[in-house]
Nanobody, 122 residues
Framework: QVQLVESGGGLVQAGGSLRLSCAAS????????MGWFRQAPGKAREFVAA????????YYGDSAKGRFTLSRDNAKNTVYLQMNSLKPEDTAVYYC???????????????WGQGTQVTVSS
């Protein structure tokens, strides 16, 4: 239904910043919300942030509050996750996902990107 292509991951030192991008295509009209999740090895997939396409209202998980900022460019069908003050515990594969409403659990999202690796060294 919706194809999601992520980019922007990489290796960064603690305290540094990265900006992740997720470009959406396909039947985007059916998806009202874009979410970001992350999953570290051996851990469950964790909610990071979500944003509505219409109003740009944002929601942040505890790990993201104060450090990460989610935005969207409707003309480009792209959302951005600006990650600042990165910590080693932020190391994970980051996924973007699309849903019809705001959810905080991965099971409620309909479409997923391939994921992009973020590694924060100490």
């Amino acid at each position: 239904q919706v194809q999601l292509v992520e980019s922007g991951g990489g290796l960064v030192q603690a305290g540094g910043s990265l900006r992740l991008s997720c470009a959406a295509s396909g039947r985007t009209s059916s998806s009202n919300v874009m979410g970001w999740f992350r999953q570290a090895p051996g851990k469950a997939r964790e909610f990071v942030a979500a944003i509505t396409w219409s109003a740009g209202r944002t929601y942040y998980g505890d790990s993201a509050k104060g450090r990460f900022t989610l935005s969207r460019d409707n003309a480009k069908n792209t959302v951005y996750l600006q990650m600042n003050s990165l910590k080693p515990e932020d190391t994970a594969v980051y996924y973007c996902a699309a849903s019809r409403a705001v959810y905080f659990t991965p099971g409620r999202y309909d479409d997923w990107g391939q994921g992009t690796q973020v590694t924060v060294s100490s």
